[in-house]
């Protein structure tokens, strides 16, 4: 079973930042596509950002771009979720995911077959 772990939620003050992280097994950075996911209460998960494992392409949710920037750290074997300029509307539990179907990546859950136990993010107004 491939485990991803994610870390660094927290509680921060609007307009501050966050990097949170996500801890894959060795070699999955190589062959696997990382999504990053948020779901808010009352509200449907939802695709943030995402780096495909074949070129280092890029995806980011319209809300998020200029904001938040995904990257990877082989040597470590984690990828991370920088975001600042946090809002309030930003506060959600936060999910890596990992998917090996696609040549590259996307937004759409579904597409992915292993998760994280998620990372809570509160944005204080």
């Known amino acids: 079973q491939l485990q991803l772990v994610e870390s660094g939620g927290g509680l921060v003050q609007s307009g501050g930042s966050l990097r949170l992280a996500c801890a894959v097994p060795k070699f999955m950075l190589d062959y696997y596509n990382i999504g990053w996911f948020r779901q808010a209460p009352g509200k449907e998960r939802e695709g943030v950002s995402c780096i495909s494992s074949t070129d280092g392409s890029t995806y980011y949710a319209d809300s998020v771009k200029g904001r938040f920037t995904i990257s990877r750290d082989y040597a470590k074997n984690t990828a991370y979720l920088q975001m600042n300029s946090l809002k309030p509307e930003d506060t959600a539990v936060y999910y890596c995911?990992?998917?090996?179907?696609?040549?590259?990546?996307?937004?759409?859950?579904?597409?992915?077959?292993?998760w994280g136990q998620g990372t809570q993010v509160t944005v204080s107004s």
């Open positions: 995911a990992a998917d090996n179907t696609n040549i590259y990546c996307s937004g759409h859950s579904n597409e992915y077959g292993y």
